[in-house]
């Protein structure tokens, strides 16, 4: 059964330095998204992308976070100069439309 | 608006038993309900899901009532057993094809 895929499963860096969080998502599959789960609390939507353009952000999607699709698999979420507070697990979700959508097993990012 | 309320936090069972797990949400335009099981270390799963149009959908031992003039809708599930020890959280789909996530509830099936 296709599968979202990620990477890498486990990131720790330091505070100021860039991360980017590698997702691929199901091959037919047309919409992508990241969410993100800090520890013990609920996923909260970070981001949608659709058409090789963002489609709705919420407002923690501020302008240290971007995302790109840098060629036709991969999804990247890239965290400019990380907090504190961006430790959390980061899940990248695909879906073929406006259906069900399947998430991967999360990149656990740590930030010192 | 965008909120999604769950309960409860934790909920105990025993083997056999019935889980049951409540959540309510304020916005009308959201037209999906869908439930996602997480383990451990592991991404969200989906589990069951439901319209807006439809009162109750049943797979196996898992069953969603929808109620949409009380904005409520809960998940049970039946004969629980020890595996579906998990955490389940609801969630709501908004028109933009986002998902707002209830607060999760931690379920433990004893034997």
């Known amino acids: 059964e296709p599968e979202v895929t990620q990477t890498p499963s486990h990131q720790v860096t330091q505070m100021g330095q860039e991360v980017i969080l590698r997702c691929v998502p199901i091959s037919n599959h047309l919409y992508f998204y990241w969410y993100r789960q800090i520890l013990g609390q609920k996923v909260e939507f970070l981001v949608s992308?659709?058409?090789?353009?963002?489609?709705?952000k919420s407002e923690i999607f501020d302008d240290q976070f971007s995302v790109e699709r840098p060629d036709g698999s991969n999804f990247t979420l890239k965290i400019r100069s990380t907090k504190l507070e961006d430790s959390a697990m980061y899940f990248c979700a695909s879906s073929e439309g406006r259906q069900t959508q399947y998430f991967g097993p999360g990149t656990r990012l740590l930030v010192l | 608006q965008q909120q999604v309320k769950q309960s409860p936090q934790s909920l105990i069972v025993q083997k056999g038993g019935i889980s049951i797990i409540n959540c309510a949400y304020e916005?009308?335009?959201?037209?999906?309900f869908p439930w996602y099981q997480q383990f451990p270390g592991k991404g969200p799963a989906l589990l069951i899901a439901i319209r807006p149009d439809v009162s109750e959908k049943k797979e196996g031992r898992f069953t969603i009532s929808f109620n949409k003039s009380a904005k409520q809708f809960s998940l049970h599930i039946m004969d629980s057993q020890p595996g579906d020890s998990a955490t389940y959280f609801c969630a709501a789909r908004s028109v933009a094809n986002n998902l707002f996530f209830g607060t999760g509830t931690r379920l433990t099936v004893i034997p």
């Open positions: 916005n009308t335009a959201f037209d999906y």
């Open positions: 992308f659709y058409n090789n353009e963002i489609s709705e």
